[in-house]
């Protein structure tokens, strides 16, 4: 089995609408209703910070769409496979009041080196973002997270699948899976369409962020 490894990257877009152009469409539900922990019904990796001092709330949404299977070459662009394969995964959003949002979003590839979901970002600068003002968005692309999700509290998280109901191996979703987040986030002047759910509730990024680290598809590295 091919692995790409992904090496810590950090991308800044900056409008770069084009970006997001080639990922298929997404649709976003929520946010969906949590209770508090340590109910089953609690948003897996909540924030242990206090977010309420910051002016911060904490809310997790589902995605659902379609990905690519992509052709993983050592050192080159890949192309595209084969199409058409469905997932669903989660996202949590943790967002500023609008007074002191700084205007940058940060969107987190959730680590899963240890199996299940971390926010490694967040749980080593949250207290930084929160008192500088950023949105933060974290993705749980891999399905070795979902599993231990689903493991926790599968009346939550039962139905996510980053794998089209087992046809799809290697974490290959992943990738259209993230950028579909990316795309979801409204930028400066854009206005939310009719049933578009809102992640950010109103707020709009001058600059998004988007953090791939440490993760290798398929292996959990």
Same mark, same amino acid.
């Given at each position: 089995?091919?692995?790409?490894?992904?090496?810590?990257?950090?991308?800044?877009?900056?409008?770069?609408?084009?970006?997001?152009?080639?990922?298929?469409?997404?649709?976003?539900?929520?946010?969906?209703?949590?209770?508090?922990?340590?109910?089953?019904?609690?948003?897996?990796?909540?924030?242990?910070?206090?977010?309420?001092?910051?002016?911060?709330?904490?809310?997790?949404?589902?995605?659902?769409?379609?990905?690519?299977?992509?052709?993983?070459?050592?050192?080159?662009?890949?192309?595209?496979?084969?199409?058409?394969?469905?997932?669903?995964?989660?996202?949590?959003?943790?967002?500023?009041?609008?007074?002191?949002?700084?205007?940058?979003?940060?969107?987190?590839?959730?680590?899963?080196?240890?199996?299940?979901?971390?926010?490694?970002?967040?749980?080593?600068?949250?207290?930084?973002?929160?008192?500088?003002?950023?949105?933060?968005?974290?993705?749980?692309?891999?399905?070795?997270?979902? !599993?231990?999700?689903?493991?926790? =509290?599968? +009346?939550?998280?039962?139905?996510?699948?980053?794998?089209? %109901? /087992? &046809? #799809? @191996?290697?974490?290959?979703?992943?990738? !259209?899976?993230?950028?579909?987040? =990316?795309? +979801?986030?409204?930028?400066?002047?854009?206005?939310?369409? %009719? /049933? &578009? #759910? @809102?992640?950010?509730?109103?707020?709009?990024?001058?600059?998004?962020?988007?953090?791939?680290?440490?993760?290798?598809?398929?292996?959990?590295?």
């Amino acid at each position: 089995m091919k692995i790409l490894r992904l090496l810590p990257v950090i991308l800044s877009v900056l409008f770069l609408q084009q970006g997001f152009t080639a990922v298929p469409p997404a649709v976003i539900e929520g946010p969906i209703m949590a209770e508090q922990p340590p109910s089953r019904n609690a948003i897996y990796t909540a924030s242990a910070l206090d977010l309420a001092a910051h002016g911060y709330a904490e809310e997790e949404f589902f995605i659902t769409g379609t990905g690519n299977v992509y052709s993983q070459p050592d050192l080159a662009t890949g192309t595209v496979e084969s199409s058409g394969h469905p997932f669903k995964t989660r996202l949590i959003v943790r967002r500023p009041a609008p007074q002191v949002f700084n205007g940058i979003v940060v969107v987190e590839w959730i680590n899963v080196t240890g199996g299940p979901d971390k926010d490694i970002d967040w749980w080593q600068s949250g207290e930084h973002l929160m008192r500088r003002g950023y949105a933060y968005v974290a993705v749980s692309a891999q399905q070795m997270g979902i !599993d231990t999700m689903a493991d926790w =509290g599968s +009346a939550r998280y039962g139905e996510l699948d980053m794998t089209a %109901s /087992g &046809t #799809v @191996d290697n974490d290959a979703l992943s990738f !259209d899976a993230f950028s579909a987040v =990316g795309r +979801a986030i409204f930028r400066r002047g854009e206005e939310s369409g %009719s /049933g &578009t #759910v @809102d992640i950010l509730d109103g707020l709009r990024a001058e600059q998004i962020s988007l953090h791939q680290q440490y993760s290798s598809p398929g292996t959990g590295l």
